[in-house]
């Protein structure tokens, strides 16, 4: 499976933004994708996961009620919709790929496969 980042961008305080990840393989429909988001010398923190079906979903307690996450099964597309965006959103977004059933989505060990990275830069 590849995975490949794309949307990031320059935008300001309150606007809004959509990433997208597109992916390579047969198993995208039976995978939960994830998104990540990480800065210089912290951790990646959980930002979102969406389960095979796109029935499901979760957020972190920082994006919930602000990001979408969804997904397309027929492009193997992944997306993440950003609104009211803050400073505090600039990161480096990340999607991810989980394989398998049954691991907890909010850590980063439960992934098998990682996009490239997109860059979000939020200014006030």
């Known amino acids: 499976v590849q995975l490949q980042a794309c949307g990031g961008g320059f935008v300001q305080a309150g606007d809004s933004l959509r990433l997208s990840c597109a992916a390579s393989?047969?198993?995208?429909?039976?995978?939960?994708m994830g998104w990540f988001r990480q800065t210089p010398g912290k951790e990646r923190e959980f930002v979102a996961v969406?389960?095979?079906?796109?029935?499901?979903?979760y957020y972190g307690d920082s994006v919930k009620g602000r990001f979408t996450i969804s997904r397309d099964n027929a492009k193997n597309t992944v997306y993440l919709q950003m609104s009211s965006v803050k400073p505090e959103d600039t990161a480096v977004y990340y999607c991810?790929?989980?394989?398998?059933?049954?691991?907890?989505?909010?850590?980063?060990?439960?992934?098998?496969?990682w996009g490239q990275g997109t860059l979000v830069t939020v200014s006030s």
């Open positions: 991810a790929a989980d394989l398998q059933i049954g691991r907890a989505p909010q850590f980063t060990s439960a992934y098998d496969y």
């Open positions: 393989g047969r198993t995208f429909s039976r995978s939960a």
């Open positions: 969406i389960s095979g079906s796109g029935r499901e979903t």
